[in-house]
């Protein structure tokens, strides 16, 4: 900290009035906030390696040129060991996103308008960033390359696949390691891959426009590794329907600066740059988490796996590397239901031997509410008709509330996802007392005009919400539309 205050005098002319550590999860180095008598801002950064920091001060420089949204170097002392730059301000898009992930992944028409800047951007920052780059001063290295993916896969390996105990084949291991080397070294669309996108690395400023931080790892590569990095973060809970919009809304962007393939065959490659980066954090969660144990990166790995379980719906030419990872994704410590203590849990003579089973209903109110089977009742039941109506518009008329238009429509209103808010502020109380009494019934029921767009689109967010949360099963009959399913119970 004084080395970062005698580089504040000699550029400022004069010591800093105030100087704050701020808090860092997953870096060596530290950040401090340094302020000046008229109260003006900068951060200064102390580092771990030289080379690293040569590369952030270097990158960062010959992206400003370009007219890109990072922060200005505004110092550096002359080990390059610290520096100053410009103070980005305290909102990160992953602060600004935070309504959206504690409702389980429903995002407001606003906070979606953010992400969308965001993703279109990033073309920027990948193609024109890499016009006239120097990419010899990156660090570790230069470029996305073999010797890179072997790292991050043994990273995997060995942090987080050894701990968990699975037993493997190595040398077959190793063989779909090669395999899946090559593949993602056989493109030829390359640019300035920022290594880390993510929402905690993007800032905004007043109006909302994102600016870029912490890319000190990039380096020349494909285009497909920062989209799987910023869509499939774990803890971002986006949901399938949002992920496929904000592809399109790259897609869309680097059409318009660079030659790209037609779209399915990018959707198709990208879906290997997922599975890569899902095992490169895996491996940063177990080395933060299991290792140096560090409490956000252990609760990370949960969704992370999640990210790996739908994954593995579809096929990959690895058939041994497959086999291991649906291993770890059955492990029992994986399957996340909540866990009951039979010793605190209340006696009464209303308690039950469980296990809950949730049904969830849509209906129309004009063919009456469903019938309660159990005999307890009926639960809860929610009227949707106070919300925005896609069925009054032709192009929804013929789909239903589980057809991506009608996602689309409902989650860009954003009246449905406050709806849905206060709905699971309910349903999850309800749900959790009926876990710990043991009981065996809980029923939800959803009604709109015609049972078919808004209450289907309801009934079957709450049902995968209360699955996803505590592992129960849960039915899901959309009445009027003659469509039943069960998504089964998570065994402890």
Sequence with gaps: METLSELYQLWRGNSPANVVKLAGEGSNRAYYRLSGSDDS????????????NHAFISIARHLASKGLNVPTILAVSDDEMCYLQSDLGNVSLFAALKDGREKGGLYSAEEQALLVHT????????????EGMDFSVCYPQPEFDKQGVFFD?????????????VDFHECLLEEDFRSFADDLNSDKAMGFLYRDFQARNVMLDGEGNPWFIDFQGGRRGPFYY????????ASARYSDSLREMLIKEYYDSLSSLAGVPAFDAFRERLRKFILFRTMQVLGAYGFRGYFERKQHFIASIPPAIENLRQLLKHDFPYPYLMSVLREIVDLPRFQSPIAV????????KYDGSGPLVVRVFSFSYKKGIPADESGNGGGYVFDCRSTHNPGRYEEYKQLTGLDAPVVSFLENDGEILQFLESVYRLADHHVERYIKRG???????????????????????????????????V??????????????????
């Excluded at 920062?226 to 973060?233: G, K, R, T, Y």
């Design 226 to 233: 920062d989209v799987a990095s910023f869509l499939w973060q």
């Design 475 to 492: 039915r899901i009959c959309h009445r009027e539309q003659g469509i039943t399913s069960v998504l089964p119970r998570k065994e402890d």
């Design 119 to 130: 993703i279109r951007e990033l073309p920027r920052l990948q193609v024109l960033g890499a």
């Design 153 to 165: 896969l043994n990273y995997f390996k060995y942090c987080f696949l050894k701990a968990t105990g």
């Design 41 to 52: 801002t900068v951060i200064g950064v102390v580092g771990t390696s030289r080379d690293e």
């Design 439 to 473: 009981f065996t019934s809980l029923m939800f029921s959803f009604g709109c005009t015609g049972g078919r767009h808004r209450s289907v689109y309801s009934a079957q967010h709450l049902a995968e919400h209360i699955h996803e949360k505590y592992g129960v099963e």
């Design 341 to 348: 203590d039979p010793s605190k849990q209340s006696v009464s």
